[in-house]
């Protein structure tokens, strides 16, 4: 078998690139995306993250910060991201079927079975045309493993001299050259300066990179492992590398000797192409205002077990198990969380039952006198939807799912063809207050007919 080698393709500042993709004018402008119902800073462009503005601001203790510095403010357009997203994972598909789309913008390619004579050419090749089909800037990391790949990703975002391309091989062992260690002296894990001299990066051996990765920056060790390390001398990735495998499995469990073995270039963490089947769905979401309408909640639950029956459906799962959370607000005196949740003996992905069981589970604790302030459904316990058709105790009455499955088809078909929502149960439409708030939001410009970009022309 071939020695595999991975890609990994990674947006820069994903949320941000898709609104300057529009607003072309906000190139070079501080730039913030925020969550759902504008509670915090889920993405930033690099002019954003130079103010020091820290991920997951919060958005009413920065606003006065925003405006004294013309921070551009968005609402998350997610719908939007999700078909940028779509069109990318379409182009890096056409590059290879060897695929696993990690996140919303990130995807591990596997380039073991490509004929490539120069991983940094190719990856300057993919790298344009993301830029040139879709618009949004990438940074490229390759590598013989997974962890290294994205080890690689992480440093071309960051310097600029790399031109977002990372290419790293743990062999053979080059010896370091002196300047490496100048330039490295300046980077150590307390005291470290990210950007390079421009001109001296391109030559870095494997180790320098390793040595110039803080652990806590390694993929799989993040902030709960990263102390234990460090408490052991392990700041930086090369250091990791180092640890004898039991010591690491002693550290961190058998993880940790994967993530070692994982830096010295041999791969455990293979393409997981099929996307790992989830093991549960939620939807929640904060209201846009508190509430105790009770036609509101009964809409905004049927609107979240709506959407999770779409996911699972799409998924080809069916849910044994469905639940319902709801909550005061956190930062009000007499904070409350009720939960309840069922169980059904006849799994399935419809969302009329569905949202019959969520809303039935709901008045169970509702009171009128209470002003909920946020909401979820969750889906878990899935088995195929294969499943019915091998129900060998006969407690599945095979006419009422047969319609059933009919009558989901026929909804997703009508919805994919006529936009999203544009059938949908009645129950999701009794209210209003409690979907979010996004005065900020941009245009959702390629996925509604009604609010596609204009362009004038001047006489
Ligand atoms: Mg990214």
Known sequence: ??????????????????????????????????????????????????????????????????KDNRV?????????????????????????????????????????ELKIDDYRAWGRAVRDKIWQWIGIPVSVGVAPTKTLAKLAANHAKVHPALNSVLSLSPLPPQPERQRERFILSHSTAKNRVRIFPSDSVKGLSFHAWLRATPVQEVWGVGWRLAPRLQAEGVHDALQLSQLRPQHAQQLMGIHGRQLVAELNGLSCYPLEREGKAQKSIARTRTFGEDTGDIGSLEAALASFAAKAAFRLRVDHQLARRAGVFATTNKHKPGYQVWRRETY???PTADTGKLIASVVDLFHKFYNPHVKYHRAGVWLQDFVPVDHLQTDVFGSVNVAAEGRSKARMQTLDSINERFGRGKIRYAAEALGNKWEPKHRLRSPRYVTRWNELPVVHTLK
Do not use: H
């Not at 020695?3 to 820069?12: H, K, R, V, Y």
């Not at 529009?22 to 969550?35: A, H, I, Q, T």
């Not at 996140?103 to 380039?111: K, N, P, Q, R, Y």
């Open 1 to 66: 078998m071939r020695q595999p080698i991975f890609a990994l393709i990674d947006c820069n500042n994903f949320f941000v690139s898709c609104e300057r993709l529009f607003r072309p004018d906000l190139e070079n402008k501080p730039v913030v995306v925020m969550s759902s119902g504008d509670g915090c800073v889920v993405a930033r462009s690099n002019e954003a993250k130079a103010l020091g503005i820290p991920m997951g601001a919060p958005v009413y203790k920065w606003r006065q910060f925003f």
């Open 72 to 112: 551009v403010q968005f609402s998350g357009n997610f719908e939007l991201y999700g078909d940028i997203s779509r069109r990318i994972t379409d182009v890096l598909a056409s590059v290879t079927p060897q695929i696993e789309v990690y996140s919303v913008d990130e995807s591990f390619l596997g380039l073991s």
């Open 344 to 346: 059904f003996p006849v």
